[in-house]
């Protein structure tokens, strides 16, 4: 489904009202989990995100009182040209608000393959608005991501060692963002070192101009913490492009606040969202390790299903299954649905559904939140990008509030419709071991 086509099933139309004043920043986050990360990020600093799913369809407007407006799309592992189609739409969008800067945002695993999407996109923006050069910047040291030397790091270990080298979609099996990047566009990629980011932003805007003059388009910066990115934040005010992960959103700041200012509050005063009452549900298809794990602690204390296409080869009797066990089982205590799995045993489905598998199970995951919704469930707590994608589509969700996080960059999201719905969506590696059950149950946080 293209993302600027309306979702089949009604929740959150019609909630976006009259453009604001001044929108500061405008946001194209390549999935939907990357989306809310990157909210709460300018959340943190200052500014008031709005998120808007599904594209930018021209007879909406930004939510009334955002300063940075969030367009979530399906573009990760889209075809290049559908990736670049859809984020130049948004940009177009962003004009008509009067954006003067966009921030394309992508995972801090730099996913992506050989033919994008984030060189291909990137050139599209920069083509578009005149700009000679930006920065890559991946680095979000909360999340463990961190770049030195150039190459990736996830916590302690280089990005091509990590789990990430497994990954279905988008394998990751070099470390080196110069090296990666280098196959994704025909323009120069050059290195902003450590060194020169310590500098402080002076020397970095210096080395920044003296390699647009050389011609190099792209600069990967290292950053191995808040200080650095800061650093790259300040010496990158006068780009009208920038690139990165929500660490170096963090960084940034609306005119007159400081970066790591609280929060600003909604238009009812309340800095916090205040969640609905009701069944709760989780539905997991991430594969990631920390997935896995959060799954391994959640199912021994939840009652759980999984979705097995070794014990059920038919993918429309599994559906079937699925669903009437979901209906037996909500309206107690919170209940799990997954399909995610290890290497092992995701090549074992691949060999019974084929090509198809991760879209059987993206497919049934959000009938499965359609269903849960309908019988009353008001928290619905998702585990990867792809996934959530397909509950969002599936509930008809345009826009949401972005409330506190339960873990670093995972943060509700409360719909603007009556009855509303509480959402949780939690990129693959992202969150504690007890996250999932944590979010499923208790749905308070911290505030």
């Keep these: 489904m293209r993302p600027t086509d309306r979702p ?23 999935d939907y989990t990357g989306a809310t990360d990157v909210a709460t990020a300018l959340r943190r600093s200052g500014f008031r995100p709005a998120i808007l799913f599904g594209g930018v369809p021209g007879d909406r407007r930004a939510p009334r009182g955002a300063d940075a407006v969030v367009v979530a799309l399906k573009s990760r592992t889209a075809p290049p040209a559908d990736a670049v189609s859809w984020s130049l739409e948004a940009a177009d969008w962003f004009d008509e608000l009067g954006v003067r800067r966009v921030f394309h945002k992508y995972c801090s695993t730099f996913d992506s393959t050989d033919a994008g999407n984030i060189g291909p996109v990137t050139d599209a923006l920069l083509d578009r608005s005149g700009a000679r050069s930006t920065v890559i910047c991946p680095s979000s040291p909360v999340h463990g991501r961190t770049v030195y030397g150039g190459q990736l790091f996830v916590h302690e270990q280089l990005l091509s060692e990590s789990s990430m080298r497994h990954h279905p979609l988008t394998p990751m099996t070099d470390s080196d963002l110069v090296r990666v990047l280098g196959r994704q566009t025909p323009h120069p990629v050059a290195l902003l070192p450590h060194a020169v980011v310590r500098s402080g932003p002076e020397a970095v805007r210096e080395r920044l101009d003296s390699l647009e003059a050389d011609g190099v388009r792209h600069v990967v910066t290292d950053a191995i913490d808040d200080a650095d990115l800061r650093v790259i934040a300040a010496a990158t005010q006068h780009l009208s492009v920038l690139t990165g992960a929500a660490g170096l959103a963090a960084a940034l700041a609306p005119d007159g606040v400081s970066a790591g200012s609280p929060p600003a509050t909604s238009e009812t005063g309340r800095t916090d969202l205040e969640l609905p009452a009701g069944p709760a549900v989780v539905l997991a298809g991430s594969c ?127 719909t603007p419709d009556e009855p509303s719905t509480a959402l949780l969506l939690k990129s693959g590696n992202f969150g504690r071991a007890d996250l999932l059950l944590r979010a499923a149950t208790t749905g308070a946080g911290d505030p």
Aim: some cysteine; hydrophobic content about 40%.
């Design 288 to 414: 990631s390790r920390a997935t896995l794990e959060q799954l391994a602690y959640a199912r021994d204390r939840m009652p759980s299903h999984r979705l097995d296409p070794l014990a059920t080869p038919d993918a429309e009797q599994m559906r079937a299954r699925a669903l009437s066990w979901l209906r037996d089982h909500l309206g107690g205590p919170p209940v799990l649905v997954y399909s995610s799995a290890g290497p092992e045993e995701r090549a074992a489905a691949a060999e019974v559904f084929g090509a198809r598998t991760a879209e059987i199970f993206e497919d049934v995951l959000g009938d499965l939140a359609s269903a849960a919704r309908q019988s009353g469930a008001r928290r619905i707590v998702v585990a990867g990008g792809e996934t959530s994608g397909a509950v969002i589509q599936r509930l008809g969700v345009e826009s949401a509030l972005v409330g506190h996080e339960e873990d670093p960059g995972v943060p509700w999201l409360l």
């Design 8 to 30: 089949s099933e009604a929740g959150g139309g019609g909630t976006a009202v009259h453009a604001p004043p001044r929108v500061l920043l405008g946001c194209v986050a390549d």
